[in-house]
């Protein structure tokens, strides 16, 4: 089974700049997130994704990010504008519905954003 | 690809050692705790989950402990091999959100 892609793997950026990452998820899971991941901390989740619905974005700064997914498989998250704070590892998960009490999470490896 | 595990809580072993890994975690009605090892470069990998009822649950070569009554939370890696050398993330699982808060990582070096 293929995990979930990411690209690119690394991204350059100036601030002000604009920047978008791609995640494909493992085939026929419904749930999708976005996480953040700062340089020595754990990852943050920015939105999830139930098929092509937002589940939860609350920690979404949603005056400069925005994620979408269409059909309800790939999605993207755009910043527009980049700020130097946003330099962090994009993480990309994802989910099926199981039978078990939660779902589990499977990561892709990340896009790492350094925004100068 | 990058290290995450800068400026992060390092414990380092002899291979073939038995590592203890700690971590607070910061809300009493979670229900479930996981831990997640992440190496260098990638995502973070699920290694095993307890159930905020249970105080013990033991996997293949990993023991965690959970001990509500101080809020903390351990994993025990047996025979800690260089491959495990990785950061290791607990996180907290609210059923009924699906959404995973994670705790600081700490960075387990394990030399042969």
């Known amino acids: 089974e293929a995990g979930v892609a990411q690209s690119p793997r690394y991204k350059i950026i100036e601030k002000r700049q604009s920047v978008a990452f791609w995640c494909n998820p493992i085939s026929g899971h419904a749930t999708l997130y976005w996480y953040q991941q700062i340089l020595g901390q754990g990852p943050k989740l920015l939105i999830q994704f139930q098929n092509n619905g937002v589940v939860d974005d609350s920690q979404l700064p949603k005056d400069r990010f925005s994620a979408e997914r269409l059909k309800g498989v790939d999605s993207t998250l755009k910043i527009q504008p980049a700020k130097l704070e946003d330099s962090a590892v994009y993480l990309c998960?994802?989910?099926?519905?199981?039978?078990?009490?939660?779902?589990?999470?499977?990561f892709g490896p990340g896009t790492r954003l350094t925004v100068t | 690809g990058e290290s995450v595990g800068l400026h992060l809580p390092t414990l380092s072993v002899q291979e073939g050692d038995n590592s203890i890994i700690n971590c607070a975690y910061s809300n009493s009605a979670s229900d479930y705790f996981i831990w997640y090892k992440q190496e260098s470069g990638k995502g973070p990998q699920f290694i095993i989950d307890i159930r905020s009822n249970m105080d013990k649950r033991q996997g293949q070569r990993v023991t965690v402990l959970l001990n509500k009554t101080v809020k903390h939370l351990s994993l025990q890696i047996a025979a800690t091999q260089p491959g495990d050398s990785a950061v290791y993330f607990c996180a907290e699982l609210l059923l009924g959100y699906s959404t995973l808060t994670f705790g600081k990582g700490t960075m387990l070096l394990v030399s042969p």
């Open positions: 998960a994802s989910s099926r519905i199981s039978p078990g009490p939660w779902d589990e999470q499977y």
